[in-house]
């Protein structure tokens, strides 16, 4: 079946620089996408969303970029810290979406170095 | 708001007996989501409910699986009977829209 997936499951960056979590998504129907961030001995926090019409969306620190011709999603972390060190997850919904769930990848530890 | 509250944290039960754990999502939420969590598969949606009527259970393991919402406060996954291949952390999550709330988990160990 369709699933989401991701193509790094470690990713380690030196403190201060930025970095690139990617995900590939599978299922061309799906119009919501999610990060979310799990630190240890905790549940995901919501990060950052962006709805297909989109390829581009940013918060404080992150962005997330979709690129729906390839099917991939990425989030961007800039000028890392020791508290980005976590398990970061993306997830898609499918439509009809809301309280349908979310699909959720394997996860990527990013892993911050003084 | 308190967050969507989970209990209990850690349970730890010998095979063969019944298991529950409990979720009171965040007030104003109308849709709860049960996942489950291991290192081999990740993150699984196992029952979510909207307006308290479970809409789709499909991700429940097998009948010893079962999770009810009495009202629209509390939840409960129950487990019975419990093995060991149960083992992970159970995550409660609710929703209005499409963000979900995650609480902190319940991380269940069968001996």
């Known amino acids: 079946g369709e699933s989401v997936g991701l193509h790094l499951p470690t990713l380690s960056v030196q403190e201060g620089d930025n970095s690139i979590i990617n995900c590939a998504y599978s299922?061309?129907?799906?119009?919501?996408f999610i990060w979310y961030k799990q630190e240890s001995g905790k549940g995901p926090q919501f990060i950052i969303d962006i709805r297909s019409n989109m390829d581009k969306r940013q918060g404080q620190r992150v962005t997330v970029l979709l690129n729906k011709t390839v099917k991939h999603l990425s989030l961007q972390i800039a000028a890392t810290q020791p508290g980005d060190s976590a398990v970061y997850f993306c997830?898609?919904?499918?439509?009809?979406?809301?309280?349908?769930?979310?699909?959720f990848g394997k996860g990527t530890h990013l892993i911050i170095q003084p | 708001d308190a967050g969507v509250i989970q209990s209990p944290r850690h349970e730890v039960t010998e095979m063969g007996q019944e298991v529950t754990l409990r979720c009171k999502p965040i007030?104003?939420?109308?849709?709860l989501f049960w996942y489950r969590q291991t290192m081999m598969r990740g993150l699984e949606l196992l029952i979510y409910?909207?307006?308290?009527?479970?809409?789709?259970d499909s991700g429940m393991p097998e009948d010893r699986f079962s999770a009810k919402m009495p009202n629209a406060s509390f939840s409960t996954l129950k487990i019975q009977p419990s093995e060991p291949r149960d083992s992970a952390v159970y995550f409660c999550?609710?929703?209005?829209?499409?963000?979900?709330?995650f609480g902190p988990g319940t991380r269940l160990t069968v001996t």
């Open positions: 997830a898609e919904n499918v439509p009809p979406g809301g309280a349908d769930g979310l699909t």
């Open positions: 007030s104003g939420h109308n849709s």
């Open positions: 999550a609710s929703s209005n829209l499409d963000e979900q709330y």
């Open positions: 409910f909207n307006n308290n009527v479970p809409i789709d």
């Open positions: 299922n061309s129907a799906s119009d919501y």
